[in-house]
T-cell receptor, first 114, second 113 residues
Framework: ETGVTQSPTHLIKTRGQQVTLRCSSQ?????VSWYQQALGQGPQFIFQ???????GRGNFPPRFSGLQFPNYSSELNVNALELDDSALYLC?????????????FGPGTRLTVL | AQSVTQPDIHITVSEGASLELRCNYS??????LFWYVQSPGQGLQLLLK??????LVQGIKGFEAEFKRSQSSFNLRKPSVHWSDAAEYFC???????????FGGGTRVLVKP
């Protein structure tokens, strides 16, 4: 079990609303990545934060945004929710920027958009 | 662009039998390759990774994987499966200087008693 925690565990929202998901990275890790995992699919990279700056983004629209705080915890914000945003959102932390270092995943937040 | 294909969506194996999960990747340079396992309602746990060196990689829980550059493959194997190995398995590729992992669609493993 990793030291990466996410909150909340589950969330139900309606279309058009906004949501904030939170991630606490493993101790000593300064890099956080967010992934979206739709039902029956593999995770897809949303973006990565390194020392409070965005360090790369996947193919997601601007209504997906994030923050990283000085303690390296992170938030994922999604505006104007759509039905297709229903998914498991995974946070992963690592101690080195880039993909060479192992990314440790949290348990995820299950978002349902009605 | 990098991509990962896991040809088998579902695999059913008897307890004690051997298991092999296939993974093919597309990437221009030497890839960083990973296998993760996901149990129902859980996040992803790293089983093993390949960066360079010996092409046969040992991981946790008795798993191993072999990198074959000529076939662009990184197949996962276990000699004897336990009921607790029932889960979904994901292969992923990362860029050497990049920041993201690209995952395959996953293979769901069912274990028969």
């Amino acid at each position: 079990e990793t030291g990466v925690t996410q909150s909340p565990t589950h969330l139900i929202k309606t279309r058009g609303q906004q949501v904030t998901l939170r991630c606490s990275s493993q101790s000593g890790h300064n890099t956080v990545s967010w992934y979206q995992q739709a039902l029956g699919q593999g995770p897809q990279f949303i973006f990565q934060y390194y020392r409070e700056e965005e360090n790369g983004r996947g193919n997601f629209p601007p209504r997906f945004s994030g923050l990283q705080f000085p303690n390296y915890s992170s938030e994922l914000n999604v505006n104007a929710l759509e039905l297709d945003d229903s998914a498991l959102y995974l946070c992963a932390s690592s101690s080195v920027i880039g993909s060479r270092d192992t990314q440790y995943f949290g348990p995820g937040t299950r978002l349902t958009v009605l | 662009a990098q991509s990962v294909t896991q040809p088998d969506i579902h695999i059913t194996v008897s307890e004690g039998a051997s298991l092999e999960l296939r993974c093919n990747y597309s990437y221009g340079a030497t890839p960083y390759l990973f296998w993760y396992v996901q149990s129902p309602g859980q996040g992803l746990q790293l089983l093993l990774k390949y960066f360079s060196g010996d092409t046969l990689v040992q991981g946790i829980k008795g798993f191993e994987a072999e990198f074959k550059r000529s076939q662009s493959s990184f197949n996962l194997r276990k000699p004897s499966v336990h009921w607790s190995d029932a889960a979904e398995y994901f292969c992923a590729v990362g860029e050497a200087a990049g920041n993201k992992l690209t995952f395959g669609g996953g293979t769901r493993v069912l274990v028969k008693p």
